[in-house]
């Protein structure tokens, strides 16, 4: 148990940003420290940073996500960011998408254990998903790929005007140039980059926000969704 002892007390911020959740969030910080390290989920060297550098990191981006909206976690892994933002915010319905199957036991483990009723967990790739999944408002990613690859899995998975929300570092500007070519054949209008949660996080945690038109994913996309949405169809009886 010397993962969990090393768990650092909570900062203060973090009663800030969690509120009335605050308990749950030290038993998801617990629950990480050490099922997550003795599981591979996380090293045993990010558990003294854990609050800073991935709860209070990833509950920040609550801060950009619009009121009571659907929420795809593509590649949630130990569930960052989409168990901090479940905390946070219980408008939302969030899926954690994932998928390992010892990642995708870990997180229903955590969902039941924190009571998060708005959130499932779904075992799956997100490539593989259209048609199977219904289209959200927002997708959220943090560390999973490089911007041109992590859209060409996740924007297929918006709604109409819906946007992308990729947790990013410094390079955040650099992937939006690099992407601009193949963010365009996804249907994307407009790729920018955030900063949130001043005065909570230091330095604040850059996001990358990706928004679509009409057609998420594009012309390509298109022809899928609609050949799913056929094939989803209950057949008449003749």
């Not at 960052?80 to 899926?95: E, S, W």
């Not at 819906?162 to 410094?170: F, R, V």
């Not at 900063?195 to 996001?207: A, F, L, R, S």
Request: aromatic share 4%; proline share 7%; net charge neutral.
């Amino acid at each position: 148990m010397t993962e969990a002892a090393e768990l650092p007390q909570a900062p203060e911020q973090a009663r800030t940003v969690f509120g009335e959740y605050f308990p749950e969030a030290v038993r998801y910080a617990e629950l990480l420290a050490d099922a997550g390290v003795k599981r591979g989920l996380i090293g045993p060297r990010e558990v003294p940073r854990l609050w800073e550098r991935h709860l209070l990191n990833c509950a920040v981006l609550s801060e950009a996500v619009p009121e009571g909206v659907t929420v795809c976690d593509v590649g949630s892994g130990a569930g960052l960011p989409g168990i901090p933002l479940a905390l946070v915010r219980r408008d939302l319905k969030i899926t954690l998408l994932e998928p390992l199957l010892r990642r995708t036991t870990f997180l229903q483990e955590a969902v039941e254990l924190l009571g998060l009723d708005h959130v499932t967990v779904v075992r799956g790739r997100a490539e593989e998903m259209l048609g199977k999944l219904q289209p959200v408002h927002v997708v959220t990613a943090r560390a999973v790929a490089p911007l041109d690859r992590l859209a060409g899995w996740g924007v297929p998975l918006l709604r109409p005007y819906g946007e992308m929300l990729a947790l990013k570092g410094d390079t955040a500007e650099e992937e939006i140039d690099g992407a601009r070519a193949a963010l365009s054949k996804l249907g994307v209008v407009e790729a920018s980059v955030l900063h949130v949660g001043e005065g909570i996080v230091d330095p604040m945690t850059t996001v990358v926000r990706v928004e679509v038109g009409e057609s998420p994913g594009g012309v390509r996309f298109a022809a899928k969704r609609a050949k799913a949405a056929r094939s989803a169809r209950p057949r008449r009886r003749r």
